[in-house]
């Protein structure tokens, strides 16, 4: 016999009280916390419970009774479903209030360590179209929304290209208008899809892994320039044929594009960092501009993915490194070298390390062309690099610069950083939380100076921390 399966309650008419983490808020329900996303403090809701934990339930709310005072109605269309940019019914000077209180409860409770005052956070200039990549996906599952389905809604086109949904791998949001990066981007984007239905491309299946257009990604820059690249699946000569004419299509429709590359992805995942970028038309790069720097961006760089605040980001970094122009810097998880560089004026040598070899031919190519030679770049494991010989041969720092991944710092580089024991650590992080762990480790030979938080991602819980530790 089938097991019955729970009934899920409901909690009605309860009042959401707090902003919570993950882009959700909460309420406190007799002993236990309600976790629900797309409400904000001062909501009136009923909540569809959804799964309940010993402490803690996650739900959904399903009827609002009363807006909060301070709610904003959402700007974009897929508000609620693309899964992205969650807090647009928060006012911006609410969303960058909950992002201070969340630094300082994330290195209080969990880095439990002697603080300054927190600096009230940065916020970003622009809130809407700040980003400079994005990438599409192309399904033969077009996802429905719930209204849809209820309204039986039929679609001559199954096809979409946007986003993911969350929870459903296999099935895309058909995304009309995004408001994180520029217009020029929805109207490429849109273009390519009516053209892959006119001329009647498949689209792929991730389940089945047929069909042949996979992906898109489209990166722009302050300097102007923008670069497209469309991922395929390509088995045949006459299936190339055929991906070659959308491709001309682009570069003939859109002559603003200054790049535009191709990858052939016939493996079982999305990702081309180990696939070849071949070149269509235009460049194989664009630039980006920095305080009079220019940074080469290739298909593969990485690059802080809001420009105009990744110049407030390392602009604080350089201020708490307090360079005079005779310290010798390591910058660890240097990337491309945008920091490595960008501090190079003010240093007496700075050393790069990163894991990624292509991204440390990148970073010398950006000292290059910037005419830098106070640089100097390696690639390999930091734990592995930064030893006694490493440091006897580049001499000792007097400043290391840090910024790692989400999951912050492997313990085996905390101790080679306590082991070159520089005067300053400036410790950026994407992550607070992991950031905060890692100066509890730092705590014993170091005292944490000064805090900046900077908002590089509006209308979302993400915020970025730079953190300045001097020993004691």
């Given at each position: 016999?089938?097991?019955?399966?729970?009934?899920?309650?409901?909690?009605?008419?309860?009042?959401?009280?707090?902003?919570?983490a993950e882009g959700k808020s909460l309420v406190r329900v007799d002993d236990y916390v309600v976790f629900v996303p797309y409400v904000v403090p001062g909501d009136v809701v009923d909540i569809q419970v959804r799964r309940k934990r010993h402490h803690y339930a996650e739900g959904t709310a399903i009827k609002i009774h009363q807006y909060a005072e301070n709610r904003v109605e959402p700007f974009c269309q897929h508000f609620g479903v693309c899964g992205g940019c969650k807090w647009q019914m928060l006012p911006y000077d609410i969303q960058i209030a909950n992002k201070q209180q969340q630094i300082f409860d994330n290195l209080t409770r969990i880095g439990k360590i002697e603080l300054p005052a927190i600096s009230p956070i940065i916020g970003s200039e622009k809130t809407m179209f700040y980003r400079n990549k994005l990438e599409f996906t192309f399904s033969n599952k077009r996802w429905l929304t719930e209204e849809e389905?209820?309204?039986?809604?039929?679609?001559?086109?199954?096809?979409?290209?946007?986003?993911?949904?969350?929870?459903?791998?296999?099935?895309?949001?058909?995304?009309?208008?995004?408001?994180?990066?520029?217009?020029?981007?929805?109207?490429?984007?849109?273009?390519?899809?009516?053209?892959?239905?006119?001329?009647?491309?498949?689209?792929?299946?991730?389940?089945?892994?047929?069909?042949?257009?996979?992906?898109?990604?489209?990166?722009?820059?302050?300097?102007?320039?923008?670069?497209?690249?469309?991922?395929?699946?390509?088995?045949?000569?006459?299936?190339?044929?055929?991906?070659?004419?959308?491709?001309?299509?682009?570069?003939?429709?859109?002559?603003?594009?200054?790049?535009?590359?191709?990858?052939?992805?016939?493996?079982?995942?999305?990702?081309?960092?180990?696939?070849?970028?071949?070149?269509?038309?235009?460049?194989?790069?664009?630039?980006?501009?920095?305080?009079?720097?220019?940074?080469?961006?290739?298909?593969?760089?990485?690059?802080?993915?809001?420009?105009?605040?990744?110049?407030?980001?390392?602009?604080?970094?350089?201020?708490?490194?307090?360079?005079?122009?005779?310290?010798?810097?390591?910058?660890?998880?240097?990337?491309?070298?945008?920091?490595?560089?960008?501090?190079?004026?003010?240093?007496?040598?700075?050393?790069?390390?990163?894991?990624?070899?292509?991204?440390?031919?990148?970073?010398?190519?950006?000292?290059?062309?910037?005419?830098?030679?106070?640089?100097?770049?390696?690639?390999?494991?930091?734990?592995?690099?930064?030893?006694?010989?490493?440091?006897?041969?580049?001499?000792?720092?007097?400043?290391?610069?840090?910024?790692?991944?989400?999951?912050?710092?492997?313990?085996?580089?905390?101790?080679?950083?306590?082991?070159?024991?520089?005067?300053?650590?400036?410790?950026?992080?994407?992550?607070?939380?992991?950031?905060?762990?890692?100066?509890?480790?730092?705590?014993?030979?170091?005292?944490?100076?000064?805090?900046?938080?900077?908002?590089?991602?509006?209308?979302?819980?993400?915020?970025?921390?730079?953190?300045?530790?001097?020993?004691?």
């Amino acid at each position: 016999m089938a097991r019955k399966r729970k009934e899920r309650p409901v909690l009605e008419k309860v009042t959401i009280t707090d902003v919570a983490a993950e882009g959700k808020s909460l309420v406190r329900v007799d002993d236990y916390v309600v976790f629900v996303p797309y409400v904000v403090p001062g909501d009136v809701v009923d909540i569809q419970v959804r799964r309940k934990r010993h402490h803690y339930a996650e739900g959904t709310a399903i009827k609002i009774h009363q807006y909060a005072e301070n709610r904003v109605e959402p700007f974009c269309q897929h508000f609620g479903v693309c899964g992205g940019c969650k807090w647009q019914m928060l006012p911006y000077d609410i969303q960058i209030a909950n992002k201070q209180q969340q630094i300082f409860d994330n290195l209080t409770r969990i880095g439990k360590i002697e603080l300054p005052a927190i600096s009230p956070i940065i916020g970003s200039e622009k809130t809407m179209f700040y980003r400079n990549k994005l990438e599409f996906t192309f399904s033969n599952k077009r996802w429905l929304t719930e209204e849809e389905v209820k309204a039986e809604v039929i679609y001559e086109q199954m096809n979409a290209v946007g986003f993911h949904i969350p929870g459903a791998f296999d099935k895309v949001l058909a995304v009309e208008k995004c408001w994180l990066q520029s217009d020029l981007s929805n109207e490429i984007r849109n273009a390519v899809r009516d053209y892959a239905y006119a001329h009647n491309y498949s689209f792929f299946n991730l389940r089945s892994q047929e069909g042949m257009l996979r992906n898109m990604v489209i990166r722009t820059s302050t300097t102007g320039e923008l670069m497209v690249i469309l991922i395929c699946k390509i088995i045949t000569e006459e299936e190339m044929a055929s991906f070659k004419e959308i491709l001309q299509y682009i570069a003939t429709t859109f002559p603003q594009i200054t790049s535009l590359m191709y990858v052939v992805n016939n493996k079982c995942n999305d990702t081309f960092a180990d696939l070849e970028v071949k070149h269509f038309s235009g460049n194989d790069y664009i630039f980006e501009e920095m305080e009079g720097l220019r940074f080469k961006i290739g298909p593969k760089s990485f690059y802080q993915t809001n420009s105009e605040q990744a110049y407030t980001l390392y602009s604080v970094t350089r201020d708490f490194a307090g360079l005079t122009g005779n310290e010798l810097v390591y910058d660890l998880y240097t990337g491309t070298g945008t920091i490595a560089n960008f501090v190079a004026k003010k240093a007496k040598q700075v050393v790069g390390i990163e894991y990624v070899p292509e991204a440390i031919e990148d970073a010398k190519v950006n000292s290059a062309i910037n005419s830098i030679e106070n640089t100097l770049f390696y690639a390999g494991d930091m734990k592995d690099l930064l030893t006694q010989d490493f440091i006897n041969q580049h001499g000792k720092p007097d400043v290391i610069i840090t910024d790692p991944p989400r999951a912050g710092m492997h313990l085996d580089v905390v101790n080679a950083i306590l082991f070159a024991a520089p005067q300053r650590i400036v410790y950026v992080s994407c992550n607070p939380a992991t950031q905060a762990r890692d100066l509890a480790l730092f705590d014993i030979d170091y005292k944490v100076t000064k805090v900046q938080p900077v908002d590089m991602f509006p209308h979302t819980q993400h915020v970025e921390n730079v953190v300045l530790l001097e020993k004691r």
